[in-house]
């Protein structure tokens, strides 16, 4: 299930405890990042299955 339509800003995360992940950054955006830039991650309702069940997806923002 596609919950957002290209383009759209992949980012690689490094986390505190070492792995990185890749995933969609929250905002769709020209603006480049520059490496090392602090993310906050969430996880963001993408949709629901048949008996309602919210499907979630792990996305990350710049941190305020």
Partial sequence: RKDREPPY????????????VRTLL??????????GAPLQGRLMEVGRTESGTPLVDLRFSRAP
């Fill in 9 to 20: 800003v992949i980012v690689s995360v490094r986390l505190h405890d070492g792995p990185v």
């Fill in 26 to 35: 929250d905002e769709d955006t020209t603006d480049l990042l520059p490496i």
